[in-house]
């Protein structure tokens, strides 16, 4: 018997499913709350989640993540009464089935449930014989678990993938996890950065030349698109490709053919190609600086990498494991983490992500010596003052404000009083007004000071609309 889960603040929703889950023969499972919702994800085997976006407790659009994690999640349709087009972008973005406003018809609502079910009990049936290798990847966060999920599925494709993310997070290293777990891992990997070389270098490095095509062309060269025959080619940075390279290299996919530099003769390379950038290729596209038909090419399969910042979970599990290669790479013996600087570390920003974690636990080794354990003090300054000023910024609004100040009730005892919700809605916006002008606007300022998350503060700005 299938089993649903309802997760809405409104008890006559809760209710109508109930119903119609007795006349269609489904376990029924509701939750007012998310946290009640989650819970009972993890402890019961759900096939289908019916979720609301804006519950008491949270947004569930920041709840697909966890609800999606595990070998068998449940799909997941959203079901809310906030008619928004980014959240149903996020939503299916997050792996939901569906998207449904409230009032949605119950024939609509009923037949996206039915063939949810279908889908999950079919796909319930494929038994997965190949598990994947993530060896080099630390982490267990929902948005990791989320990403690694599509790790597996670009895996079993051959189509190129377009891997986006902030500087540091580990691109390249996701790239290579794809290569090894495709039909193509007996095959070269083959990496170029597209920011590093000049138009002419980049082409003659992809593509190879002949002796004598221009100075200092003392011998063939077969190029690096030829070297990934068989393999993988990853094009690093692929947003500062040269719109002449772009073009040329566009027919090179299509046609997995090309000329080297300086001959007449076309080479042939079967390659699968994985693309990387930290820029908006959408925007540059719009703008005229990058190729659209590449792009429509590259965005086979995209997968964005989460900001070390949203997935704190791993900062511990990242450290721990580093520390350890470290120690081992230098014949030092294991070093403790105190849980000064285990606080630091999470208090941190990152702006560099993973690879500054990294460079910041290489030299707070180097701070410590021959000590047997990492304190606070070991950390570089620059990351210690952040960490003190946002401290100190954080204790100052707080004492701003009066610790026993004398109760003022809020209303006439005569008055008529709201509703409750929009007694919050109300109150919400203020505190978005507040915080916009206190911070200036500035997304990142508004982001550490009100402790949402970034798609939090988006859906509470568009429920609001506000624009920054």
Not at 205 to 226: I, Y
Not at 389 to 409: Q, V
Not at 429 to 440: I, P, S, V
Request: aromatic share 6%; with cysteine; hydrophobic share 40%.
């Amino acid at each position: 018997m299938s089993t649903i889960l309802v997760i809405d603040d409104d008890p006559e929703i809760r209710d109508t499913f109930q119903s119609l889950s007795r006349r269609m023969h489904f376990t029924f499972l509701g939750a007012g709350t998310l946290a009640e919702g989650l819970a009972l994800v993890r402890r019961e085997e759900v096939d289908v989640v019916l979720l609301d976006i804006r519950l008491p407790d949270g947004n569930g659009l920041e709840a697909l993540p966890e609800i999606r994690r595990g070998d068998s999640p449940p799909e997941v349709i959203i079901l809310t009464g906030l008619g928004d087009p980014d959240g149903a972008e996020m939503a299916v973005s997050g792996g939901a089935w569906d998207y449904l406003v409230k009032p949605a018809p119950i024939k609509q609502t009923m037949l996206s449930l039915t063939r949810a079910l279908k889908y999950h009990k079919e796909k319930g049936q494929k038994v997965s014989t190949v598990s994947l290798r993530r060896e080099s990847i630390i982490g267990s966060s929902p948005r990791m678990e989320a990403c690694l999920d599509l790790v597996a599925q670009a895996s079993r494709l051959t189509g190129p993938v377009l891997i986006t993310g902030e500087t540091g997070t580990g691109k390249e290293l996701l790239a290579r996890t794809i290569h090894q777990n495709s039909t193509r891992a007996d095959g070269e990997f083959v990496a170029v950065d597209c920011a590093s070389l000049t138009e002419t270098l980049l082409e003659s490095t992809l593509f190879g030349h002949r002796k004598g095509s221009f100075t200092g062309a003392d011998q063939d060269r077969p190029g690096l698109v030829k070297l990934a025959d068989g393999g993988t080619l990853l094009l690093d940075e692929v947003g500062e490709m040269p719109m002449g390279i772009q073009k040329a290299f566009l027919r090179v996919l299509q046609e997995k053919r090309f000329r080297p530099v300086g001959s007449s003769v076309e080479v042939q390379s079967d390659f699968r190609l994985i693309a990387a950038t930290n820029r908006d290729l959408e925007a540059m596209a719009a703008k005229g600086e990058f190729r659209q038909d590449l792009l429509f090419r590259l965005k086979t399969f995209v997968i964005s990498l989460p900001a070390l910042r949203e997935r704190r979970e791993d900062i511990k599990l990242l450290t721990l494991s580093h520390l350890d290669t470290l120690c081992q790479r230098y014949g030092l013996p294991t070093k403790g983490v105190g849980s000064d600087y285990s606080d630091m570390l999470m208090a941190y920003s990152w702006p560099g992500n993973v690879r500054e974690l990294f460079g910041v636990l290489e030299r707070s080794l180097a701070a410590a010596g021959m000590e047997p354990t990492l304190y606070a003090k070991h950390l570089p300054v620059e990351v210690r003052i952040q960490v003190m000023k946002a401290n100190i910024e954080r204790g100052r609004r707080d004492d701003a404000t009066p610790i026993a100040a004398p109760y003022r009730p809020m209303f006439q005892a005569d008055a008529s009083l709201p509703t409750l919700k929009a007694f919050k809605e109300s109150k919400e916006r203020e505190y978005l007004d507040a915080l916009a002008f206190q911070t200036g606007k500035d997304l990142q300022a508004m982001l550490d000071t009100s402790g949402l998350s970034r798609s939090h503060l988006y859906a509470l700005l568009k429920k609001h609309n506000m624009v920054l």
